[in-house]
């Protein structure tokens, strides 16, 4: 069974930065694509960011492009999203998401609160 | 970037009863189309993909079709486990996009 355990989100000030991770388990991690989607409060879902099986492919909706970086390390089945000059619009749940196309599998997600 | 437009917003309708939810694409999309069905405080849940196939473990009342620009989600007995907000989504090209969200409610 496919397991996706997001944390690292929280609260921060405007401008700020911040680095969420996601664990991945019960499947082959290396040989999968992962995602980043988020939701704001009480809004639809809107796609962040995608990192190919190997690292080598990521993709970013124009939202985040320049700020956000996608990473991820075989060797631990992790994913992470770094995240930087935040501003209030990023404030949302961030969910980890596995699948190169359909988006199969979704953890419970994060939630990052950028405020003063 | 390809635009999908869900629709209708909201939907009310009895248990019972045939629902039809409707995702329209700015772009052809071929059939690289899903949907997802959100219930509140939860993840979303993937239930079909390629447009019309049926993900494992999702109930047969839950249909897709649809190529190119327009698709349809039905479900063709409504139950009361269906409500929840329904999504579609592209992935023919990035940037991924998804509808706005279709709110189904049970009267």
């Known amino acids: 069974e496919v397991h996706l355990l997001e944390s690292g989100g929280g609260l921060v000030e405007p401008g700020g930065s911040l680095r969420l991770s996601c664990e991945a388990s019960g499947f082959t991690f290396s040989s999968s694509a992962m995602n980043w989607v988020r939701q704001a409060p009480g809004k639809g879902l809107e796609w962040v960011s995608t990192i190919s099986a190997s690292g080598g492919a990521t993709f970013y909706a124009d939202s985040v492009r320049g700020r956000f970086s996608i990473g991820r390390d075989n060797s631990k089945n992790a994913v992470s999203l770094h995240m930087y000059s935040l501003g209030e619009d990023d404030t949302a749940l961030y969910y980890c998401v596995h699948g190169w196309n359909a988006l199969d599998s979704w953890g419970q997600g994060t939630l990052v609160t950028v405020s003063s | 970037d390809i635009q999908m437009t869900q629709f209708p917003s909201t939907l009310s309708a009895s248990v019972g009863d045939r629902v039809t939810i409707t995702c329209r ?83």
Do not use: H, M
């Open chain 2, 25 to 107: 694409a700015s772009l052809s999309i071929e059939s690289w189309l899903a949907w997802y069905q959100q219930k509140p405080g939860k993840a979303p849940n993937l239930l079909i993909y390629k447009a019309s196939n049926l993900e494992s473990g999702v109930p047969s009342r839950f249909s897709g079709t649809g190529s190119g620009t327009e698709f349809t989600l039905t479900i063709s007995s409504l139950q009361p486990d269906d409500s929840a907000t329904y999504y579609c989504q592209q992935y023919n090209s990035y940037p991924r996009t998804f509808g706005q969200g279709t709110r189904v409610e049970i009267k």
